[in-house]
Structure formats: C-alpha cells, structure tokens
C-alpha cells in the first residue's frame, strides 16, 4: 500500500482528536421523533385533550389569504381558551375556498370577500365591454333620428 493514501484514509475515518477510536461510518440522529415527543409533553403540560372528526380547519389571515389543514390534529383546553392545532397547513387564496367556506366567514373576512366580489365585477364588466366594442365594428352607428324621418316622409 501506498503510505499517502493510508494516512489519507485514516485521516478522514477519525472523528475525534489524537487518541480516540476511529469509527467507519458516523451515525445521524433522527431529530423528526424527538420534536413530536417534545411537542406531546408540552400538550400535557397543558392540559389539553384531543378533539376527533375535526375534517378541515381554515385560519383567515388580514390580506385575504387562508391558511388551509386538511384532516389536521387538534386538541383543546377550553378552561385555558387554548387551541393546539398540528398538521399539512397550506396557503390558500380565498377564491379556492369560497363555495364551501361561506358559513365560516366573519365579519373581518366578509368585507375582504366583498372586496374580492367588486374587483371580479369590475373586470368581468371591462370584458363585457371589451367584447360589446369587438360587436361594435360590423355595425354602423346611428347618426340619424328614424322617428323625424318617418314625420316628414308623413307630412
């Protein structure tokens, strides 16, 4: 064997300094377990019990947007006013959630959908109007009244 290269490699398999035992592989902790254990003590400390068959949480935020769990993980202390709510959250527009989201509207929340109502009125009339002036172009304007015409052909 080549000296440099055996030096090389027991260069690179010491993990410690001069003196410790060289291991071949180092092993990488998992830190996704522990965080939900913490997480679980910290639901004990607070006392708060799971709630079942939550399908759907939305949390409405200040710019109109929502922040959507589907089939989230929720548990509760309602002597504490605390909610724990854990689970895929996603950003949504509120335009996505509208149909089935009508009945969790606030007061907050439906002046931002009436906002949103307005803008999408103003632009589907501007495309109205767009296409009313397309159909303009193959008929010729009115520049004659028809009634006085019709009058004078009488008298």
Known sequence: MNA??????QASVRI???GTPRRKVKKVQKSAGTDDK???SQLKKLSVQPISSIEEVNMFKTDGTVIHFNQPKVHASIAANTFVIY???????????????????????LTSL??????YQAAHAGHKH???????????????????????VKA
């Open 4 to 9: 440099e290269k055996l030096a090389k490699l």
């Open 16 to 18: 410690g300094g001069k």
């Open 38 to 40: 913490k997480l679980q």
């Open 87 to 109: 689970g895929q959250g996603e950003d949504k527009d509120l335009t996505e959630l509208v149909p089935g989201i009508l009945n969790q509207l606030g007061p907050d929340s």
């Open 114 to 119: 009436r906002k949103l109502a307005e803008s």
């Open 130 to 152: 767009a296409k009313e002036d397309e159909g303009d172009d193959d008929v010729p304007d009115l520049v004659e009244n028809f009634d006085q015409a019709a009058e004078e």
